[in-house]
């Protein structure tokens, strides 16, 4: 890939951004202008990683190349960092990381995560995914808090909940979609309390054994939600409008999923234009979605 300056490297990862953000505001005009672009790399970087977790599911590209592709874009971050970088995701994160004294061991957890999406595909208990969104989601939160320079743990841990509790909504509305890469997030053991096995995923085979394990995760997701919605009562200016209307907006998808009866093997909730518009509203008046 042809080495860009600085500038043309933040338009391509805002590119990538804008082409992948899709349930959630990511840049959005709430944030700054001057602090957007590194929204869009910090963006780049996760989702570049996470397309060669999933690559070649369809095209037979197996284990071991996904996780050499892994290893060589730690590579890429470690070079970022000693500021050697030649790829445009990290030539913009790399001033990313000096202005706003991101630590690499974020970034690492990401990848970390991305590693056991390519060699791991069940999960036996909700402990266990737990540990993965500790990696997968949790320092995406922390990196958004860093960028407004909130270093305080006590918000971090807040974000945490947040960000654990839209990972596991994105498992939710994913159901159907993961389950044809082999993938299943629905902790095994509560599959079999509920009489649902890895069968009735792959054939959409939707029961009250189904619905009632999906109201089972949507109710315990909520208190994720409500655990880290003081958190933009503690922030200023638009970081705290930002935050507040992605906690709206993964609350929205969960009454998504109620709405259409908890069935998401044949139907994958998402926000429209109109649920957009409405948690605009949300966020103007000060109100809240109630499950």
Known sequence: ???????????????????????????SLLVPKNRRRHIYSIYAFARTADDIADEGYEDGINTERRLAALDDWERKLEACYR????????????????ELQLPPGLFRDLLSAFRQDVVKRRYANFDELLDYCSRSANPIGRLMLLLFDYRDERYHRLADE??????????????????????????????????????DLRERRFNGGYAALLKFQVERTKDFFDRGSPLPHLLRGRIALEVRLTLLGGMRILEKIVE?????????PKLQTRDKIGLIV???????YRL
């Not at 947040?162 to 629905?186: C, E, H, P, S």
């Not at 259409?260 to 994958?268: A, E, I």
């Open 162 to 199: 947040i960000t654990t509790g839209l990972q596991l909504t994105n498992f939710w509305q994913d159901v159907a979609v993961d389950i044809m890469k082999d993938r299943i997030y629905l902790p095994e053991n509560e599959m079999k309390h509920f009489g649902v096995s890895s069968e």
């Open 1 to 27: 890939m042809k080495s860009l300056n600085v500038a043309e490297s933040y338009e391509y990862c805002e590119r990538i951004t804008r082409a992948h953000a899709e349930n959630f505001p990511v840049g």
């Open 83 to 98: 500021g050697e970088a030649s790829h445009p995701v990290f030539i913009a994160l790399s001033v990313t990381a000096r």
């Open 260 to 268: 259409q009866g908890y069935d998401t093997l044949n139907g994958r």
């Open 282 to 288: 949300k966020l103007l008046t000060g109100s809240r």
